[in-house]
């Protein structure tokens, strides 16, 4: 096993004899060795790069011919193909992603050290040569910043972690089985989900990208202009359809349908004879609900269901409910009538609901002694009131008596 030589190549004797000064201006930062380098280390050092060097220096669309400079064996086609082996150092899962760019390295950051590993070394690198805003001089010290840059690589990180598992599901030759460390993880527990496949990672991988998509879309929408594109459909376009569009059509097929997804008010879902038709879609395997972009795909799926299937009359849905329950009351021959009844009534009448009418009955006889008490109490106050006025009897005041005039005599 061994690396294809480069097509071109630059020589490392100097034809030009370098200064002191010249020599102290040249850099010797870069913390990898690319010298007598084996091939496990050509596939760490070339996954390192491709991460955390700029896309202007390392390219996305370069890693799958880089990495395939390690030669095939001359076993045939049936021979495993050596990358099998060598990708699996540096394959990863969502939730180790996850870890890594949430919780390791933004740790490693604020405290301004690790373990010393390659990958922490290279990640300095790009951090010290990375262009801030500010005027700082350790911008990765700023918890704003740093949490931008980190968010940004881990994007990074996950287009790395799609071609990679593309390029693995491509590869010629029939891939050696899982290696097992121990006699005691051969067994597994009962109730246990068995291990993931390369299939279900990296459509885990997928779905990221399909929940970054439509939380970046909530303020603009689901949909998409077909002349903007955002930065996923770039990548599946221009990266990775290119490379892999004949060797793994279902997995492409797949991405599509994620990354670019369907219409629901568009013209085209209509045939011309006015049937709804969805879009064809490749058949996915059942998964768990707790897969972190269940919920992208379901929403999406709601989405994908075509206008005129979602607005279909209310009186022909209630038609086919009644031919339905109508087939099924003459199968069964007198089973018993549901409890629930799914019909609706359109009326707008107002139509008074049954009651039992010995309580009606009660009710109006207690509201007949109740009017007739209330007669006879008025009946009595009104006697009471007339029997009064007949004992008060009626004072006569008598005039004022008159004093007579004395009468003089002469």
């Known amino acids: 096993m061994a690396l294809k030589s480069l097509k071109y190549t630059i020589s490392d004797t100097p034809r030009v004899v370098w200064t002191a000064t010249q020599e102290k201006s040249i850099s010797h930062e870069y913390p990898l060795n690319v010298k007598q380098e084996s091939c496990e280390d050509f596939i760490a050092r070339t996954y390192f790069q491709f991460l955390w060097l700029p896309e202007s220096i390392m390219p996305l669309g370069l890693l799958v011919p880089s990495l395939l400079r390690v030669h095939a064996p001359d076993g045939g086609v049936e021979a495993p193909h050596p990358l099998h082996v060598l990708l699996e150092r540096v394959l990863l899962t969502t939730r180790a992603v996850t870890n ?19 990958e922490e070394s290279l990640m300095w690198f790009a951090v010290t040569h990375e262009k801030s805003e500010t005027d700082e001089e350790e911008p990765w010290l700023n918890q704003s910043w740093r949490s931008k840059w980190m968010e940004r690589m881990e994007r990074r990180e996950v287009q790395v972690q799609i071609l990679l598992y593309m390029l693995k599901l491509s590869l010629p030759g029939t891939p050696p089985p899982p290696a097992v460390s121990s006699p005691s993880k051969k067994r597994r527990k009962i109730g246990e989900p068995p291990a993931p496949s390369l299939e279900d990672r990296l459509e ?47 997995q492409l097929a797949l991405f599509r349908s994620k990354i670019f997804p369907h219409s629901p008010f568009s013209d085209s879902s209509d045939s011309e004879d006015g049937d709804a038709t969805p879009p064809e879609l490749p058949t996915k395997r059942a998964r768990s609900v707790a897969d972190p972009g269940a919920f992208a795909t379901a929403l999406r799926k709601s989405l994908e269901q075509p206008a005129r299937s979602r607005s279909r009359s209310l009186s022909v849905s209630l038609a086919e409910e009644r031919e339905r329950e109508q087939k099924q009351r003459e199968g069964s021959m007198g089973a018993k009538r549901k409890v629930l009844n799914r019909e609706v009534s359109m009326k707008r009448i107002f139509k008074p609901r049954e009651r039992d009418t010995s309580e009606l009955e009660r009710k109006e006889k207690e509201k007949a002694e109740a009017e007739e008490k209330q007669r006879a109490e008025e009946a009595k106050l009104a006697a009471l009131k007339q029997q009064q006025q007949q004992s008060q009897g009626v004072t006569l005041v008598a005039a004022t008596p008159v004093k007579s005039k004395s009468v003089r005599r002469a």
């Not at 970046?216 to 290119?242: K, Y």
């Open 100 to 118: 890594k760019y949430q919780v390791e390295l933004p740790y490693i950051l604020a405290n301004g050290g690790g373990e010393g590993e390659e």
């Open 204 to 250: 885990a991988f997928m779905d990221k990208l399909s929940m970054w998509q439509l939380v970046s879309t909530l303020d603009t929408g689901l949909l998409h202009r077909n002349e903007e594109r955002d930065w996923m459909q770039v990548f599946c376009e221009d990266v990775v359809e290119p490379r892999f569009g004949t060797t793994v059509p279902a």
